[in-house]
T-cell receptor
Framework: KNEVEQSPQNLTAQEGEFITINCSYS?????LHWLQQHPGGGIVSLFM???GKKKHGRLIATINIQEKHSSLHITASHPRDSAVYIC???????????FGTGTSLTVIP | GAVVSQHPSRVICKSGTSVKIECRSL??????MFWYRQFPKQSLMLMAT?????????EQGVEKDKFLINHASLTLSTLTVTSAHPEDSSFYIC????????????FGSGTQLSVL
């Protein structure tokens, strides 16, 4: 079993739709990271959160520590949001990260 | 914000040659950097943790003599793929952060290695 599970693996949406990507983890964590990887390969850190909710523009990330679950929401999705979204959590020993397998999002105009 | 620069972005080499990839932290000191490998449509796989001034820590299954890591300064880590073979073709990416695991992560832009 992977330490970090993401769903869905692939997601296609129409422009303007509200999108939710889920992440469940099995390790105890101090923080969870949401990353965005564009087709060219570059990775950008979107959020780092340890409780509650964070918002940046059209992106919202929530985390429930008790349930070991986090969600990434995209409001009013746009084709430029098309990318792979990855959640990552530090290991218990704090010396590495566990990565989800990613959610490939395609937003159609 | 903190920036991590990775070079080259793409390299094509002949089988048997060695390839060096550089990862630099541009505006912060990074005592630890991480090297990842990513196959198409798969997630990041940690290869090794690069520690400034000491030996790198390699993940299980990663050959340390094959993937040489040097972290000689607080702003530079290098990954050298020695005697590259076609099966080494992959996307390699580094990351670092000024504050460790509870701080924001910063990634290099990645290096696409193709071994002919």
């Amino acid at each position: 079993k992977n330490e970090v599970e993401q769903s869905p693996q692939n997601l296609t949406a129409q422009e303007g739709e509200f999108i939710t990507i889920n992440c469940s983890y099995s390790v105890g964590i101090s923080a969870l990271h949401w990353l965005q990887q564009h087709p060219g390969g570059g990775i950008v850190s979107l959020f780092m959160l340890s409780s509650g909710k964070k918002k940046h523009g059209r992106l919202i990330a929530t985390i429930n520590i008790q349930e070991k679950h986090s969600s990434l929401h995209i409001t009013a999705s746009h084709p430029r949001d098309s990318a792979v979204y990855i959640c990552a959590v530090p290991s218990n020993t704090g010396n590495q990260f566990y990565f989800g397998t990613g959610t490939s999002l395609t937003v159609i105009p | 914000g903190a920036v991590v620069s990775q070079h080259p972005s793409r390299v094509i080499c002949k089988s048997g040659t060695s390839v060096k990839i550089e990862c630099r932290s541009l505006d912060f000191q990074a005592t630890t950097m991480f090297w990842y490998r990513q196959f198409p449509k798969q997630s990041l796989m940690l290869m090794a943790t690069s520690n400034e001034g000491s030996k790198a820590t390699y993940e299980q299954g990663v050959e340390k003599d094959k993937f040489l890591i040097n972290h000689a300064s607080l702003t530079l880590s290098t990954l050298t793929v020695t005697s590259a073979h076609p099966e080494d073709s992959s996307f390699y990416i580094c990351s670092a952060g000024p504050g460790g695991f509870n701080e924001k992560l910063f990634f290099g832009s990645g290096t696409q290695l193709s071994v002919l």
